[in-house]
């Protein structure tokens, strides 16, 4: 059996659960407590706010964790970062009121700056050379400013919105972070198992995502055209059809490229392009 620690609510929570949910991993969401357990899978689930993650994971409370690197960053957790997730991407930031006639990092000597990130943000200072006094505030920090109780503030900017909603601009950003996978850095044999056959699941999950399966038939002649607007993960499969000079081609494409290079591929002659969900990407 191996523990996970993840947000019990907030931006990953419900990331965290669709990770595990499409790794296979049944989590009965309804009955959530404190503690849940996974039906089909060695694996218990503790549901924490996101800023006891790093600590719980580095004390063996529980033996891994997701959460952000903003926080991981902050405790100074020993922890081992396992991988990175790719999803709940934002910045730590500095931003100011937007009048305040910011002129450079300067700006912040003899400030004080508000924020739930003091280990982050006086690294930072120190760094920088800035001398500037830290207010810690658990929450709620972007009204810091217009509450009169801090010139600045330094905090998780994702979107943007909650900036803008409270008159401030940002002018310095400073972490960037992401979701990641932690582990407790001495576990047992037997728990390290679990997690690389989870980590075997979470890897093709993640693989897949922004990718799409791709088929077509192609003009024989164009096949090596085709192939390098089409690089697979090993190489595309190309196979002759009955109709002669026509072959079907099929790979695997960036959502993010898709329509680009469909038009490639349209002009070199390509038809019948069907564009298909991916699930799992096992390399
Ligand atoms: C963060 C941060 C801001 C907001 C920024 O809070 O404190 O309030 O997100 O996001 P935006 O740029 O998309 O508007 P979060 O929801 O992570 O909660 P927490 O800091 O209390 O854990
Ligand atoms: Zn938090």
Not at 107 to 116: E, L, V, Y
Not at 136 to 142: A, D, L
Not at 199 to 222: E, H
């Given at each position: ?57 580095a004390d063996g409370s529980a033996d ?43 700006w912040f000597n003899g400030k004080i ?171």
């Amino acid at each position: 059996m191996i523990r996970i620690a993840i947000q019990s609510k907030g931006r990953l929570n419900e990331e965290s659960l669709a990770l595990l949910r499409d790794a296979g991993v049944k989590i009965d969401d309804q009955k959530r407590k404190f503690l849940g357990r996974a039906a089909n899978y060695p694996l218990e689930v503790l549901y924490l706010r996101d800023d006891d993650i790093p600590e719980v994971v580095a004390d063996g409370s529980a033996d891994i964790g997701i959460v952000g690197l903003n926080e991981v960053a902050e405790k100074g957790a020993d922890v081992d970062i396992v991988r990175h997730l790719g999803f709940g991407g934002c910045r730590l930031s500095l931003a100011v009121p937007k009048d305040a006639g910011y002129n450079g990092l300067q700006w912040f000597n003899g400030k004080i700056i508000a924020t739930s990130y003091p280990g982050v943000l006086k690294k930072f200072l120190s760094e920088q050379g800035i001398q500037a006094s830290v207010r810690v505030i658990m929450g709620s920090v972007e009204i810091a400013p217009a509450a009169g109780i801090a010139d600045a503030i330094f905090d998780i900017v994702s979107s943007g919105g909650t900036l803008v909603s409270n008159g401030l601009v940002e002018v310095e950003s400073v972490l960037k972070s992401e979701a990641v996978l932690i582990a407790n850095p001495s576990l047992s044999d037997e728990k390290r198992a679990i997690l690389d056959s989870l980590l075997f699941r979470t890897d093709a999950v993640i693989d897949s995502r922004g990718k799409k399966y791709i088929l077509m038939n192609i003009p024989s002649d164009k096949v090596d055209e085709v192939l390098q607007i089409l690089p697979a993960m090993r190489s595309p499969t190309v196979m002759p059809l009955a109709a002669e000079g026509w072959c079907s081609l099929h790979s695997v494409v960036k959502e993010d490229e898709l329509w680009d290079k469909v038009e490639k591929l349209k002009a070199l002659g390509a038809e019948g392009i069907l564009v298909l969900q991916l699930d799992k990407v096992i390399e």
